[in-house]
């Protein structure tokens, strides 16, 4: 059975620091790993990731993915308190692109 | 930019009651997903439509039905309405081919009394 499994489930830090959160996942048909950010309502696309080794960046934000390995990270260096969300793990798979999702990582950042 | 628009909001229902939940984009994507959301748990993909007048089975489907008339819209359907299906519904729409992230609404939040 395809699955993706993110830790940690909840984190507490303090603005400034850095964060990584995982995703690890047993999927057929892999296309891609994407990251997501959901605030209070809709979830907001961050990265896609197809490729081993390769680290995507966007500011303070990065991810990377080991196919190898199976799974990925998202880090976030400076934190501030605006990234307080739960941050959503998905896999796409298969012909018609359907995500296979983990529960999320809740990000706290305490001012 | 409107995007993807999910109406209603938020919907009260009592249990056996039916209702249709409306998505609408306005970005000419083929793929649409209907998935629903609940505490501690991933999305789980209901059902979705890879172009207009076609459908398909998600991960669970039991309970609802879909329908997509028209390529913009895809409809979200309680037959009977149960306590279970109390969730936080999200529809998804994506542009075909390789390469391309699925697009939120913002969600219709769904109680059934």
């Known amino acids: 059975e395809d699955k993706v499994v993110q830790s940690p489930l909840s984190l507490v830090v303090h603005e400034g620091d850095t964060v990584t959160l995982n995703c690890s996942y047993e999927?057929?048909?892999?296309?891609?790993l994407l990251w997501y950010k959901q605030e209070k309502k809709a979830p907001t696309f961050l990265f896609m990731l197809t490729s081993s080794g390769i680290e995507k960046k966007s500011g303070r934000l990065s991810s990377i993915l080991d196919k190898k390995e199976l799974f990925s990270i998202l880090n976030i260096t400076a934190t501030q308190t605006g990234d307080s969300a739960v941050y959503l793990c998905?896999?796409?798979?298969?012909?018609?692109?359907?995500?296979?999702w983990g529960a999320g990582t809740k990000l706290i950042i305490k001012p | 930019n409107a995007g993807v628009t999910q109406t209603p909001k938020f919907r009260v229902l009592k249990t056996g009651q039916s209702m249709t939940l409306l998505c609408a984009q306005d970005m000419n994507h083929e793929y649409m997903y209907w998935y629903r959301q609940d505490p501690g748990m991933g999305l789980r993909l209901i059902h979705y439509?890879?172009?207009?007048?076609?459908?398909a089975k998600g991960e669970v489907p039991d309970g609802y039905n879909v329908s997509r008339l028209k390529k913009q819209n895809f409809l979200l359907g309680l037959e009977s309405a149960a306590p279970s299906q109390t969730s936080v519904y999200f529809c998804?729409?994506?542009?075909?081919?390789?390469?391309?992230?699925?697009?939120f609404g913002d969600g219709t939040r769904l109680s059934i009394l």
């Open positions: 998905a896999v796409e798979r298969g012909s018609n692109y359907q995500l296979i």
């Open positions: 439509s890879v172009g207009e007048g076609t459908t």
């Open positions: 999927v057929t048909n892999f296309r891609s």
């Open positions: 998804a729409s994506r542009q075909a081919g390789v390469g391309q992230p699925q697009h």
